[in-house]
């Protein structure tokens, strides 16, 4: 799979070769070619001497792996990187040079050679399994993405700070860019191995090897924070909560002190987070806007994060300084606090739960994929994957981590409750 699939950038294929619609009918020709595969020498009969140099298998590996192997090199050339497509297009090629080598009659799991598809239906299988999970993968993130954009669009909102990436996506991004020629190191590792402590044969060791090449990539990290982020926002977006970007949700679940723009203002809140242990500071009516920035840094400086609630852009200043604002009143821009809650401040409490709901997804959803992608290379390594279901494996956890991201969509139990406490209770009691 493709590093810009990994990072959303396939979604923007609007047109030609990359459209959703063509890889689809890419996909049923191929399907339909690798089950004439499987009864090619049968059809063939007496034929099958002349024509056992072609078999439709081919087809699937040029019109599936051939823009896998276009993207990898186009990574290494262009962008001057290893990304996860070279990785693949290795293992595809991999799996080519083993049945090139098996027609040139070299011996493989004691036979003497001669012609056997096995290989090339393992290169067939694993071109279209990898060009299968990208459209897959391609198609869940659109739909996040194009309803997300939607929902803002009727919400008036400006899309200018939607490609602020977050901190811990800036570091899951980091860490796949080291992930990615580490397979390379840990495909050579295994190889090593298997030829030496295990006392396979080469061939052996080499199917061993781009497995782990398969298996070992970071699709399903990198996706792990941008799926959550997005489920996150189109979720808030329709209880008429408008979210700058995902920087700002994620800061909202690290908030771990309230400043109200007045005493008066959120009598409620203040006890329902003091339940939950998120200090509450207020301020008097007469305060001006160079106390509450004060106050504002002075809580910052002591590691505090902070988030200030406010219903006037006259406080303009105090929303900036803040590490997330949120904006009180229907109707208001939001062009000077990160988030808009449509209403009063009977919404923060929600959204400050929701907040840290988002960020233990995205706990989840890297731990699953460094789980997937580790236990993956240790069952490569003992054979108990081959390069077809290491491709099932890996699609299988980029599927989880978009599954599970999705089910932040369903999310209501934080701004339902967190109405009906504050309903509860009256400002003084």
Same mark, same amino acid.
């Given at each position: 799979?493709s590093?810009n699939?990994?990072?959303g950038g396939?979604?923007c294929?609007?047109?030609g070769?990359n459209s959703m619609k063509?890889?689809?009918w890419v996909?049923?020709?191929?399907a339909e070619?690798?089950?004439?595969s499987y *009864?090619w020498d049968?059809?063939l009969?007496?034929a099958y001497?002349?024509?056992k140099?072609?078999?439709?298998?081919?087809?699937?590996?040029l019109?599936?792996?051939?823009p896998?192997i276009?993207?990898?090199?186009?990574?290494?050339?262009k962008?001057?990187?290893?990304?996860t497509?070279?990785?693949i #297009?290795v293992?595809?090629f991999a799996c080519i /040079?083993?049945?090139?080598?098996?027609?040139?009659?070299?011996?493989l799991?004691?036979?003497?050679?001669g012609?056997?598809?096995s290989?090339?239906f393992?290169?067939?299988e694993?071109?279209?399994i990898?060009?299968?999970g990208?459209? +897959?993968?391609? *198609?869940?993130?659109?739909?996040?993405?194009?309803k997300?954009?939607?929902?803002?669009h009727?919400?008036g909102?400006s899309?200018?700070?939607?490609?602020?990436?977050t901190?811990?996506?800036?570091?899951?991004?980091?860490?796949?860019?080291?992930?990615?020629?580490?397979?390379?190191?840990?495909a050579?590792?295994v190889f090593?191995?298997?030829? !030496?402590?295990f006392?396979?044969d080469?061939?052996?060791?080499?199917?061993?090897a781009?497995?782990?090449?398969v298996v070992?990539?970071?699709?399903?990290?990198?996706?792990?924070?941008?799926?959550a982020?997005?489920?996150g926002?189109?979720?808030?977006? #329709?209880k008429n909560?408008?979210?700058?970007?995902?920087?700002?949700?994620?800061r909202?679940?690290k908030?771990d002190?309230v400043v109200?723009?007045?005493d008066?203002d959120?009598c409620d809140?203040?006890e329902?987070?003091a339940?939950?242990n998120t200090?509450?500071v &207020?301020f008097s009516?007469?305060a001006? &806007?160079?106390?509450k920035v004060?106050?504002i840094g002075?809580?910052?400086?002591?590691?505090?994060v902070v988030c200030?609630v406010?219903d006037s852009?006259?406080e303009s200043? /105090? *929303?900036?300084a803040?590490?997330?604002?949120?904006? !009180?009143?229907?109707g208001?821009?939001c062009?000077?606090?990160d988030?808009n809650?449509?209403?009063?401040?009977?919404?923060?409490?929600g959204?400050?739960?929701?907040?840290k709901r988002?960020?233990?997804?995205?706990?989840?959803n890297?731990?699953?994929a460094?789980s997937?992608?580790?236990?993956s290379?240790v +069952?490569?390594?003992?054979g108990?994957?081959?390069p077809?279901?290491?491709?099932?494996?890996?699609?299988?956890?980029t599927?989880?981590?978009?599954?599970?991201?999705a089910f932040?969509l369903?999310?209501?139990k934080?701004f339902q &409750?967190?109405? #009906?406490?504050?309903s509860?209770l009256?400002?003084?009691?």
């Amino acid at each position: 799979m493709s590093e810009n699939c990994c990072h959303g950038g396939c979604c923007c294929h609007k047109h030609g070769f990359n459209s959703m619609k063509c890889r689809l009918w890419v996909l049923i020709v191929a399907a339909e070619l690798c089950i004439v595969s499987y *009864f090619w020498d049968d059809i063939l009969g007496d034929a099958y001497e002349t024509g056992k140099y072609f078999n439709p298998a081919w087809l699937v590996v040029l019109i599936c792996g051939g823009p896998l192997i276009v993207d990898g090199f186009k990574e290494l050339f262009k962008e001057k990187r290893v990304g996860t497509s070279l990785l693949i #297009s290795v293992a595809i090629f991999a799996c080519i /040079a083993l049945e090139i080598l098996c027609w040139c009659g070299v011996a493989l799991d004691g036979h003497s050679g001669g012609h056997d598809h096995s290989n090339l239906f393992s290169a067939a299988e694993v071109a279209f399994i990898m060009w299968f999970g990208e459209l +897959l993968e391609d *198609f869940a993130v659109a739909k996040l993405t194009k309803k997300q954009a939607t929902n803002n669009h009727d919400h008036g909102h400006s899309h200018a700070g939607e490609g602020k990436k977050t901190r811990i996506e800036r570091t899951v991004d980091k860490w796949a860019g080291i992930i990615v020629p580490s397979a390379v190191v840990i495909a050579v590792v295994v190889f090593v191995l298997v030829l !030496t402590v295990f006392k396979e044969d080469w061939h052996v060791a080499l199917t061993r090897a781009m497995t782990v090449l398969v298996v070992f990539c970071p699709c399903s990290l990198v996706l792990s924070t941008p799926t959550a982020i997005v489920a996150g926002l189109r979720n808030a977006s #329709s209880k008429n909560i408008v979210i700058k970007n995902g920087s700002a949700l994620e800061r909202v679940a690290k908030t771990d002190v309230v400043v109200l723009d007045t005493d008066t203002d959120g009598c409620d809140l203040k006890e329902i987070l003091a339940r939950r242990n998120t200090e509450v500071v &207020s301020f008097s009516t007469d305060a001006d &806007s160079g106390q509450k920035v004060e106050e504002i840094g002075r809580l910052k400086r002591d590691g505090r994060v902070v988030c200030y609630v406010g219903d006037s852009d006259k406080e303009s200043a /105090a *929303f900036s300084a803040a590490d997330v604002s949120m904006l !009180t009143g229907s109707g208001e821009s939001c062009d000077f606090a990160d988030i808009n809650l449509g209403g009063g401040t009977e919404k923060v409490d929600g959204i400050l739960r929701f907040g840290k709901r988002v960020l233990a997804t995205i706990t989840a959803n890297i731990i699953l994929a460094v789980s997937v992608n580790l236990v993956s290379v240790v +069952l490569s390594l003992f054979g108990y994957l081959d390069p077809v279901i290491g491709a099932l494996v890996h699609n299988g956890g980029t599927i989880l981590v978009v599954i599970n991201s999705a089910f932040l969509l369903a999310v209501k139990k934080p701004f339902q &409750s967190g109405n #009906s406490r504050q309903s509860d209770l009256t400002c003084g009691k």
